[in-house]
């Protein structure tokens, strides 16, 4: 069965950081992209960032380009979401993503992710 556990989601003040991570299991995903998405309630889930297997490529959303950054340990099969200087529109409900299939491009849409986390709360005050 496969399962992606998110962690790190937490309260913190605008300007600051926070990590999230998400561990993989049941499946390898060699060569499978990973991804987050957040989503806030009564809005669509959004797309934030993704990785390819060998973390040569990545690719983020306008919104945290330049303060977020994604990374992989193939290893230990999880994907990381360095986080800085949060805004109070960072507030949302992070989900880790995989591919259902190997890829070396960076699909951004949220059908082309097949499994899912259950979500980690990050909540920036002002």
């Known amino acids: 069965q496969v399962q992606l556990v998110e962690s790190g989601g937490d309260l913190v003040q605008a300007g600051g950081s926070l990590r999230l991570s998400c561990a993989a299991s049941?499946?390898?995903?060699?060569?499978?992209?990973k991804g987050w998405f957040r989503q806030a309630p009564g809005k669509e889930r959004a797309f934030v960032s993704a990785i390819t297997w060998s973390g040569a490529s990545t690719i983020y959303s306008d919104s945290v380009k330049g303060r977020f950054t994604i990374s992989r340990d193939n290893a230990n099969n999880t994907v990381t979401l360095q986080m800085s200087g949060l805004k109070p529109e960072d507030t949302d409900v992070y989900y880790c993503a995989v591919t259902p299939w190997k890829s070396s491009w960076l699909p951004t849409l949220r059908s082309d992710y097949a499994y899912w986390g259950q979500g980690t709360q990050v909540t920036v005050s002002s």
């Open positions: 049941g499946h390898t995903f060699i060569g499978h992209v």
